[in-house]
């Protein structure tokens, strides 16, 4: 039961580059979320689902999708990165019932140059 | 709009020592409450999980409090040791709507002495 995992762990981007960030769980669970950490700003929501096949956006959207086809995988994309999106991004899920108990992956370091 | 306040940021303590971080939250009508601690460099480890309807959560060393009506969440940790040494994040899930927003507090950093 490897609970939440990201890859890659670490990347540097050039302005304008794309990647895709990949999340997957284990734990079956319906919500997944994608947050970026930056210094003095706490974890801010970029987009989120509440099941296979939905996206929804959090605060902090512009410059990034989502796509969750398959119920554990949750995919963040940068389609033309920018230094504004350097950042630590943690991708977390939870369970649709019950506590709501939030599980993180152990992050992804992103520069963009 | 949610807000969620951590004081102090950073505190520094002897091994040994009883220690309270604190969280306050500006709406009670919240679903839960968690606390989680992130090394350098690591993701977040939840360590509790209060319910809006529940007073206090243990784990160990460690109590949770929850006081909806003032708006307040206290973790304390006993016997403190080095490696407690960490950010303490809390985060608070609202009640409203149909996607339950989860707010993240700054977190408190601690550091235990030996």
């Known amino acids: 039961n490897a609970g939440v995992t990201q890859t890659p762990k670490f990347r540097v981007l050039k302005t304008g580059q794309s990647m895709t960030l990949l999340c997957a769980q284990d734990?079956?669970?319906?919500?997944m979320y994608w947050y970026r950490q930056d210094p003095g700003m706490g974890l801010r929501l970029i987009h989120y689902?509440?099941?296979?096949?939905?996206?929804a956006k959090g605060e902090v959207p512009d410059g990034y999708n989502v796509s969750r086809l398959k119920k554990q995988n949750f995919l963040l994309g940068l389609e033309s990165a920018a230094p504004s999106q350097t950042s630590v991004y943690f991708c977390?899920?939870?369970?649709?019932?019950?506590?709501?108990?939030?599980?993180f992956g152990p992050g992804t370091r992103l520069t963009v140059l | 709009k949610q807000e969620v306040t951590q004081i102090p940021a950073a505190l520094s303590v002897p091994e040994g020592e009883n220690l309270v971080l604190n969280c306050s939250f500006t709406?009670?009508?919240?679903?839960?409450l968690q606390w989680f601690r992130q090394d350098p460099g690591k993701g977040l480890t939840s360590l509790l999980l209060?319910?809006?309807?529940?007073r206090e959560q243990t784990s160990g060393r460690l109590n949770a409090s929850l006081d909806k009506s003032s708006g307040r969440s206290t973790l304390y940790i006993a016997a403190s040791q080095p490696g407690d040494s960490a950010t303490y994040l809390c985060?608070?899930?609202?009640?409203?709507?149909?996607?339950?927003?989860?707010?993240f507090g700054t977190g408190t950093k601690l550091q235990v002495i030996p």
């Open positions: 977390a899920s939870s369970g649709l019932a019950g506590a709501n108990e939030q599980f």
């Open positions: 985060a608070v899930r609202g009640s409203s709507g149909g996607y339950q927003k989860v707010t």
């Open positions: 209060i319910q809006s309807s529940q």
């Open positions: 709406d009670s009508a919240i679903y839960n």
């Open positions: 734990m079956n669970h319906e919500y």
């Open positions: 689902s509440v099941g296979e096949g939905t996206t």
